[in-house]
């Protein structure tokens, strides 16, 4: 049996944020060794980007039926899920959690990942009202982070609700003056 599938080919396939990508690709089939399971057979793709902005990659699957590029399409496709568990564990804590009790930790994580679906959508359905906040953090980048959204979302409510004149607020800084916006910004950012 020949482990190579087939010679070395240029294709263009799914990339990472919803684009295409030229790159070379070969593939061919194998066997992983499964705890349990013995030898499974794998199929294996050799990735290289033709622009040279990502590094080669092996890529495996256990799903014979798939094409080599359906298999670079189907893992750069992930990005998006990637992202997400990153932005949820450094800012909202996902794997910072002190609960023990199965309902706990059965109930906490769609919390968490609610939590960031929440945040996304406040931001994109105030996008508006949010214009004045969501440059000022890096103005270059052209991508909204979930960063720059908690980061603007939460600086619009401590200017507009928190620190606004009026009977029962917390009337600390004159939103008129710039150096307030600075100091509000810092401590957006500590928060």
């Known amino acids: 049996m020949s482990f190579f599938e087939s010679k070395p080919i240029i294709t263009n396939v799914s990339w990472y944020g919803g684009g295409s990508r030229v790159v070379d690709l070969v ?6 060794f499964r705890q349990g ?4 057979k794998v199929r294996w793709v050799y990735v290289r980007d033709k622009s040279g902005t990502h590094r080669d990659e092996y890529l495996y699957s256990t799903n014979m039926s798939l ?3 359906q298999i670079v399409s189907i893992y750069t ?12 564990k450094e800012h909202l804590q996902l794997e910072k959690t002190r609960v023990w009790c ?4 059965l109930t906490l994580v769609p919390l968490i ?26 103005p270059k980048k052209a991508n909204t982070t979930f960063s720059n959204m908690l980061l603007s979302i939460r600086f619009y409510l401590w200017k507009h609700h928190l620190f606004q004149n009026g009977p029962g607020t917390m009337r600390m800084l004159n939103n008129s003056n710039e150096n307030d916006n600075l100091i509000l910004q810092a401590l957006c950012q500590a928060a």
Not at 27 to 32: A, D, H, I, P, T
Not at 77 to 88: H, P
Request: aromatic fraction near 18%; hydrophobic fraction near 40%.
């Open 77 to 88: 496709s992930r990005w998006a899920i990637e992202v997400t568990f990153q932005e949820c």
């Open 27 to 32: 593939s061919g089939f194998g066997f992983w």
């Open 67 to 69: 094409t080599p590029e």
């Open 113 to 138: 990942f609610g939590s960031y679906s929440l945040i996304v959508l406040l931001y994109h359905k105030n996008n508006e009202q949010l214009s004045d906040c969501r440059t000022m953090w890096w």
């Open 102 to 105: 199965k309902n706990s930790v």
């Open 37 to 40: 399971n013995g030898l499974v």
